[in-house]
């Protein structure tokens, strides 16, 4: 049958960031999925700056050559779900009395100017009611989405000027919880670190939903170029060095004369990054603490609405149970274990892959774990298209 008349296309993902453009396309093996195919394009920096499209012309014409460039199957659709930029977005849980659909929406619009810091007729808003994980509420729980009009009309352009058809356009840290939280649900709260190229975003997500996100400007690209100017070198050798040795304490070379050069080097690249790390730490410290005093009754199954603990002389909120690391940087070579130190939490690397391959696979022929890890949000917007079109999944 002609794709035209499908009710439902087959859509493929689309992650569009800063500096590259990721493609997945899942498909259905009787009762389970699998990779049909998938690439990564970079794109000049500038194209896009900070998640706002700079030269739509330029962008359009690398999403034609990422399409062109997938590895496997031919991609065989036109229907695309896109990315949005997490730092353009608006998210906010509240809480609404049990009305009509009808009523309900009218009533989120008008409450929805509380909370939204640009005029409504300049944003496309949306919401989603969510289900309770175990209790039975006097009231709706509601995760509203507020995303700038002119932001997501140029994505829009480029995608359509690329001969695509936008079957949907998601805000990335949607996609990322749809990759690494289980079945879509937790008994207690997850902090989703998704550490990139250009940013680093927390995502927390509760029960059925996300229920807090933000973005800071630490990425792994300014590790590199911390690396690159205190030993002079050039960018390409201290990404090389990072990869190496990262953040791990030990090193066991085979010669005295290699211990001794290997251990200055390493011991180098840590001391050069102790900066960073402290702020990052710090950013994470605050943005936990900021979540448990501001958030509301999540009404998880467990009960355990968490104590804060203390750690020096601030406390880390024991709300959050644990730490999924994702996004190309999370693969620096000890960046969990620190964190764990630091923060007092387990901190472990997500499965980008745990509600899409069976059992416990956590990667592809051509698509190692590693690699995916850099792949979260676009496996997510993959998973999302599979999910509307296969409800036996």
Request: glycine share 8%; with cysteine; aromatic share 6%.
């Amino acid at each position: 049958m002609l794709e035209l008349f499908k009710l439902k296309p087959e859509t493929f993902g689309l992650d569009i960031s800063d500096l590259s453009l990721k493609i997945i396309k899942l498909k259905k093996r009787k009762k389970e999925l699998g990779l049909a195919c998938f690439g990564e394009r970079k794109i000049k920096p500038g194209i896009i700056k900070q998640g706002q499209i700079i030269k739509q012309d330029e962008l359009t014409e690398n999403i034609l050559e990422a399409i062109k460039e997938v590895k496997g199957e031919k991609l065989g659709t036109r229907y695309v779900v896109s990315s949005l930029p997490e730092e353009k977005a608006f998210f906010q849980v509240i809480k609404m009395p049990k009305i009509s659909a009808g009523d309900l929406r009218s009533a989120i619009i008008y409450e929805a100017e509380n909370y939204i810091p640009i005029p409504l007729e300049k944003v496309y808003l949306d919401f989603q009611v969510i289900s309770p994980a175990d209790n039975h509420l006097d009231h709706l729980d509601v995760l509203i989405a507020a995303i700038p009009k002119n932001t997501v009309d140029v994505y829009f352009s480029c995608l359509k000027s690329a001969g695509l058809e936008p079957h949907a356009l998601e805000v990335e840290s949607l996609a990322i919880a749809r990759s690494l939280i289980k079945d879509g649900i937790t008994t207690s709260p997850v902090l989703l670190i998704d550490f990139g190229a250009t940013k680093t975003s927390f995502i927390i997500f509760s029960g059925r939903s996300l229920r807090f996100t933000s973005s800071i400007s630490v990425s792994s690209i300014n590790f590199t170029e911390i690396i690159s100017k205190s030993l002079g070198i050039d960018m390409a050798k201290a990404e090389k060095l990072k990869i190496k040795y990262g953040l791990e304490e030990k090193i066991k070379p085979k010669t005295k004369k290699e211990k001794s050069s290997v251990q200055k080097e390493r011991s180098k690249i840590f001391e050069a990054l102790v900066p960073a790390l402290v702020d990052l730490t710090q950013q994470i410290k605050k943005h936990l603490h900021y979540y448990q005093t501001h958030s509301h009754e999540e009404h998880l199954s467990s009960g355990q609405k968490g104590k804060s603990k203390p750690l020096g002389e601030k406390s880390i909120p024991r709300g959050v149970s644990r730490i999924l690391l994702c996004g190309g940087g999370s693969n620096l070579k000890g960046l969990g274990e620190l964190l764990s130190l630091e923060l007092k939490l387990p901190v472990e690397v997500g499965n980008p892959w745990v509600n899409i391959l069976p059992g416990d696979k956590r990667g592809t022929p051509g698509l190692s774990f590693e690699k995916s890890l850099g792949y979260a949000t676009v496996l997510g917007l993959g998973l999302r298209g599979m999910l509307e079109n296969n409800k036996d999944l």
